[in-house]
């Protein structure tokens, strides 16, 4: 079964939609990220403030964002991660 986003609620199903947005959203915040993948996954973050995240059986290593938004080679990153385990925005 792939994973639906009626477990979700409204804020997660909210950065969800705005990380597959076309055109690409700039102005998603990190926190917003790192909620949402909690949500999906596991998240945990480091001192040096790399964040390690499971979803399903990937993982990814993802860097803190210097402002509060994050870039969009992550939205690229979390795009794919996301679609391997079958959520679309």
Avoid: C
């Amino acid at each position: 079964m792939s994973p639906s986003p009626e477990h979700l609620n409204n804020h997660h199903r909210n950065t969800l939609r705005q990380l597959f947005e076309e055109p690409e959203s700039h102005n998603i915040e990190w926190h917003a990220v790192l909620s949402l993948l909690a949500a999906v996954g596991s998240v945990e973050e480091h001192h040096d403030g790399t964040v390690t995240v499971k979803v399903g059986p990937h993982i990814e290593y993802l860097d803190r964002p210097a402002s509060k938004d994050i870039d969009p080679q992550m939205v690229a990153d979390l795009r794919q991660l996301l679609a391997r385990v079958g959520y679309r925005g």
